[in-house]
């Protein structure tokens, strides 16, 4: 979203506020100003590693690990403490993750044209109407995983009748409690922001589920915090065989400025990326 830590605070600070015409916005700030406090510094601060987003089985790389563990450390060059907080259901949160975006997914952008129904939001009768037809139209378009959570979303709902969904969704506010438990113990949690390195590309006459798989398992530390609503960034770590590796800053709910305070204090240790100037 930007070349720098300041880009995207500049950017934030212009774009965040309240919509006007969106009821799904809740507790949103009228101003945003993440920049007053983005050279605040990391000094007093406690980074919190969180134990469940590294060394994840058969996902996580042990070289990635290192990496980001090496950089949460170089923080303490500028002030900050390290402790490693835990929330178990971290672990757990893609299974609600996968339930709510394939039932929701299916529901709302494919059932509902793009908006769903029954909200007193801001609706578009040309672009629903537009969707509707060529969603249809070009359905042989549409890659193949979300080709896959179009139909398990939509067998979900038909059989289970939307019950699934419905667990998910209560079990969202354990896993919210849990993360605002491990802030509670520290200013910001760190981890990998995919805990692997980059892959090829996968081809696409590759199976489904090798498809499915390559397009999600990515997915496991930044997913869960869409469902929990805690403001995350990545910043580049630093490169492992010449591959990049991102390191993710989560804070507490509506402290976006927090996430971007400490991702700018650690560019400004790691140093120059090593951008060129066709990049």
């Known amino acids: 979203m930007g070349r720098t830590v300041r880009d995207v605070a500049m950017m934030l600070d212009v774009l965040a506020g309240p919509d006007g015409q969106d009821p799904r916005q809740k507790q949103v700030p009228e101003k945003t100003d993440t920049l007053s406090t983005l050279d605040a510094g990391v000094g007093s601060l406690r980074i919190g590693l969180l134990r469940e987003g590294f060394g994840q089985p058969g996902v996580s790389d042990p070289n990635v690990d290192a990496l980001i563990r090496s950089c949460a450390a170089s923080l303490e060059t500028v002030g900050a403490s390290v402790v490693e907080v835990s929330a178990p259901w ?10 709510i975006a394939t039932d929701g997914a299916s529901y709302q952008m494919l059932q509902g044209n ?7 939001g801001y609706y578009d009768p040309d672009i629903m109407a537009w969707f509707g037809e060529n969603r249809i139209k070009y359905a042989d378009r549409l890659s193949h995983s979300v080709r896959a959570a179009a139909l398990t979303g939509h067998y979900s709902l038909k059989t289970l009748h939307g019950a699934g969904y419905a667990k998910a969704r209560r079990l969202v506010a354990e896993l919210t409690r849990q993360y605002d438990a491990a802030l509670g113990q520290c200013d910001v949690l760190v981890m990998p922001t995919i805990p692997f390195l980059p892959t090829p590309l996968t081809p696409q006459d590759a ?67 090593g951008w060129s100037a066709d990049r």
């Open 90 to 99: 971290h672990a757990l949160a893609m299974d609600l993750w996968n339930v």
């Open 114 to 120: 793009g908006y769903g129904l029954n909200y007193d």
């Open 207 to 273: 199976p489904i589920e090798e498809y499915a798989s390559s397009a999600l398992n990515m997915l496991s530390n930044t997913a869960p915090f869409d469902l929990s609503g805690h403001p995350a960034t990545s910043v580049p770590a630093g490169l492992i065989d010449g591959l990049p590796v991102g390191l993710m800053v989560v804070a507490r709910r509506f402290d976006d400025a927090m996430a971007l305070r400490v991702a700018a204090a650690f560019e400004g240790v790691r140093g120059a990326f």
